[in-house]
Every structure is written in C-alpha cells, then in structure tokens.
C-alpha cells in the first residue's frame, strides 16, 4: 500500500500538469503574426510566409500553421507589392463573428484540432529565425492553406453563409 | 391482422400529410447570375448591332453574332461559369437564353404594338427580361503575346441588372504561358481574383435580403386625363402623397428617394422593394408597380397602364388602360 501512495501521487501531479495551458496557447491566444505575400498557389489555395512571435522556436511549425489559418479566416491576405500576387479577402468579414463563435473557435484551433486539416508547409526549407530580443524570436516559414476547403468547412458549419441569399 | 395493417397505413399517411404541412417553405432562392461579354469586347470584335431608341440610334452587342463568330466565347464564358458552379451558384447560359429570347420575339412585338405608347426597349432589355439574371457579369479578355509566351488581361465586372449599378469587380493579368488554349490562360488569370470577386457579390446578396432590391420608379399621367396628380378628389390629400404615402408603407422600411414630383410626374429612385412577396415568390419591378396598379383602381377607381423596362424599371401612366 505504501508503494501505491507515491505512484498515486504522482500520477496526479503530472495529470494535473498536464491539464494546465501548454506553451504553445500562450502564444497563440494573442494571435500575433504577420502575412507576407510570395507567390501565387494553384486555384483554391493560398501560400505565403507567416512571420510568427514566440519564446521556443520548437513551436515555430505549429504556431505557423495556427496562424495562417487565423489569418485566412480573420485578417486576409494582403497583395504583394509589385500587385504580382492578388490579394484575398478575410473568409469571416464580420468583427463580431469570432466572440459569436467563441466555442466553436477554441476548438477549432485548439490543439490537434480541426485546423490541420487545412495547412501544410509549403516547402521543407528552413524557417527564417530572426532574434526579436533576448526573450523572442520571429519565425518565418512559408505555408499553404486550402482556402477552398476551409471556406466549404465553415459553410458547413455555419460560421459563413455559402454565396447567395 | 388486414385491420391492422390498414390502420397502421392510414397513420402512416396521415403523420406524412401532417408533418409536410408543418415544414417551413424555404424562401431562400438563390439569385440568377449571367456571364456576358463586355459591350467594350463586342465593339472591338465588330459584334454590334444598331438598335433605333425612339429616334435616336445606339450601338448595342450582338451576342448572337458573337457565338456565331467568336470561336473563343464559348470556352471562355464556360471556364467563368465553371468558377460560378463550383461555388453551387450556376450561372445561367447565354445561348440558352438567347435562343428563349427568339421564341419569344412574337410575344414582345405584341407587348410594343399595343398601346402604341409603348416603352422602347434595346435588344438588351429584352434579354434581361427574358433571362431575369440578377447579376450581369460582364467579362472582357485580351490576350498579350510576347514571343511564343501568352498571358490574359482580363477584366470582370458584376452588374445589378435592376438598377445597373456596378457591384463587384476584378481585374488583373495571369502569368505568361505557353499553353494554346484561351480557356486555360484565363482561368489561370482569373482564379486568383475570383475569391474576392465572389466576397463582393456576396455583400451585394446581404445587402439586398437585409435592405430590400433597389428599383426605379416613375408615375406619369395621360395628356387625356382631366385630372393630375395634385387632384385632392380622392382623399384628404393630393394623389402624389396618397401615392407616396403607398410607396412608404410596401418598401422595406421605408427606403425610398422621391427625386422629381411634378403635377404630371413622380420619379422614385433607389426604391428598395421586398426581395420575396407573401407566398415567397420572388418580387420583381414589374409585380411590385402591378400592385399599385390594384392598389389605384380597387381604392380611387383610376384605371393606369403599367410599362416596364428590363427587370428593374416600372412606369405607372395615370388616366387610361
């Protein structure tokens, strides 16, 4: 029985660390990156470098992948300068349909959730690393989302109306 | 056992009767769009016709002479009404519906003859009427050759059928290619803008379902009348605000831009009419004015002559059938 007790214990100590926020929601949460325009992907999908923020750059893939996906629902692309990439429209163009669908969101970007369906690394080249300061780096990495089939997703899930009345 | 059964087939039945009374219609109707040639294209490729507006002669696309001629038009219009399709939005064929337009040229010489004050209509209006596309989209293509390489300018433009207003638009140049096909060139020009291009007609489509479809509207008398519009015989106002006071209570919350109002004329623009009529159908100008026409001769016996032009413009003339 005593042998029992310690492993009791620590099975509820590592439980419990494990419900705790993970590193990688810290960073997602506030949603901080920016979106630069490369190249023209083929017809119904998006590629561009997403320059991510955080702390570990063992986190740079998967918080790219998070918030390009972000982006193309919320933010759109911009067009690149020299106007040879289009740019694109947010998905969701409405500022109060994100807190509308607050719970729908969270599990939707949540990890292992239904926006890796949706974003693969363009390339397997190495990402861009840029020291912000001594606590942070700026990731860069080039993605590719299937704009088209996170649009027919939403559509589905009624987040966005399909085109028409 | 045979009575058993029978009465588990009438409530079979009965329950199926029941629950499909029960079943919110679905009003939803997609609007219809069409894909047509820019006038500037038709112009350029000699696809015109003369068309004779009381008088006054215009140039106008010939859209049969275009198929007939232009090898290119029908891979091009089908690669943008691919685009369309895939969105679960077909658009409607122009050949199609020119050919409709043919079977019903008879019809249409009877509706101009009648009165002999009848509205002039291009051949373009008719084609509107005949199709009822919501949307116009007009596409212009030139093709840029440098040495063997192609690319495609390509410029779209999505039109409100009922006012003209112009309410999306895309324009851009695909990368430079080899490929001998028009189609495949303007389809890579093309599909990089369509998400946007799609995004604004979608705004337009919300707009419309929350304000109501814009039209314009005109109230003239006959010279034959011995009354006009600021005759008080019929209530305890002149008829222009009686008639005014009816524009007010059937647009969606009142929307409306009374622009002109004479003895002998109102000019209502930007007059939003409900998108669907109580039975879900979709309303056009022509039905909206049709029940003022009702609302005229049923409350002021005033017997009107309703004339319409394309999809989104009705005149009401006052005095006479």
């Known amino acids: 029985m005593k042998r029992i007790l310690p492993l009791c214990f620590l099975a509820l100590f590592s439980s419990l660390i494990g419900c705790g926020p993970k590193k990688i929601d810290i960073y997602t949460n506030v949603w901080r990156y920016s979106i630069e325009p490369t190249f023209t992907a083929k017809a119904g999908s998006k590629a561009f470098k997403i320059w991510s923020y955080c702390r570990n750059t063992s986190y740079g893939l998967e918080l790219a992948k998070r918030n390009a996906v972000h982006g193309v629902i919320f933010k759109g692309i911009p067009a690149s300068a020299d106007?040879?990439?289009?740019?694109?429209?947010?998905?969701?163009?409405?500022?109060?349909?994100?807190?509308?669908?607050?719970e729908y969101f969270n599990n939707f970007f949540a990890n292992g959730g239904s926006y890796l369906k949706f974003v693969t690394q363009a390339s397997d080249e190495a990402p861009d690393i840029i020291r912000v300061n001594n606590k942070e780096f700026k990731i860069g990495i080039v993605v590719t989302v299937n704009s088209d089939l996170l649009r027919k997703q939403l559509e589905q899930d009624g987040i966005i109306r399909k085109l028409g009345l | 056992m045979k009575k058993?059964?029978?009465?588990?087939?009438?409530?079979?039945?009965a329950s199926n009767f029941l629950a499909a009374q029960d079943a919110p219609k679905d009003r939803r109707k997609n609007p219809e769009i069409m894909v047509v040639p820019s006038d500037n294209w038709c112009i350029q490729n000699g696809f015109i016709e003369t068309f004779d507006d009381q008088g006054t002669s215009r140039d106008v696309p010939n859209y049969k002479k275009a198929f007939q001629n232009s090898s290119d038009l029908l891979s091009v219009l089908a690669g943008i009404n691919q685009s369309f399709a895939s969105r679960s939005m077909p658009a409607l064929n122009l050949e199609q519906e020119l050919k409709k337009l043919e079977a019903q040229s008879?019809?249409?010489?009877?509706?101009?003859?009648?009165?002999?004050?009848?509205?002039?209509?291009?051949?373009?209006?008719?084609?509107?009427?005949?199709?009822?596309?919501?949307?116009?989209?007009?596409?212009?293509?030139?093709?840029?050759?440098?040495?063997?390489?192609?690319?495609?300018?390509?410029?779209?433009?999505g039109l409100d059928a009922y006012t003209g207003k112009e309410i999306a638009s895309a324009t851009g140049t695909g990368p430079a290619s080899y490929t001998p096909e028009l189609a495949i060139l303007l389809e890579e020009a093309v599909s990089a803008h369509m998400d946007n291009f799609l995004a604004r007609l979608q705004e337009h489509f919300d707009d419309l379902l929350d304000k109501g479809r814009a039209i314009e509207f005109r109230i003239k008398t006959f010279s034959s009348w011995d009354k006009d519009l600021e005759t008080e015989d019929y209530g305890d106002d002149e008829l222009s605000s009686l008639i005014e006071k009816w524009v007010d209570a059937n647009?969606?919350?009142?929307?409306?831009?009374?622009?002109?109002?004479?003895?002998?004329l109102m000019l209502f623009k930007d007059v939003r009419i409900p998108f669907f009529d109580d039975k879900g159908k979709a309303l056009s100008a022509r039905s909206w004015a049709n029940t003022l026409r009702k609302y005229l001769k049923d409350t002021y016996q005033i017997e009107s002559k309703l004339m319409t032009k394309g999809l989104g413009q009705a005149q009401l003339v006052i005095g006479e059938k």
């Open chain 2, 106 to 157: 008879a019809e249409d010489a009877l509706l101009t003859s009648k009165s002999g004050a009848g509205v002039s209509e291009s051949p373009m209006d008719r084609l509107m009427k005949t199709a009822k596309a919501d949307i116009i989209i007009q596409l212009t293509w030139t093709v840029n050759r440098n040495g063997m390489a192609r690319s495609v300018t390509f410029t779209l433009q």
């Open chain 2, 4 to 13: 058993i059964f029978l009465t588990f087939c009438f409530f079979t039945i």
């Open chain 2, 251 to 264: 647009t969606v919350d009142g929307n409306f831009n009374l622009v002109d109002a004479t003895e002998n």
């Open chain 1, 83 to 102: 106007g040879r990439v289009s740019g694109q429209m947010a998905l969701l163009r409405s500022s109060t349909s994100e807190s509308q669908n607050q």
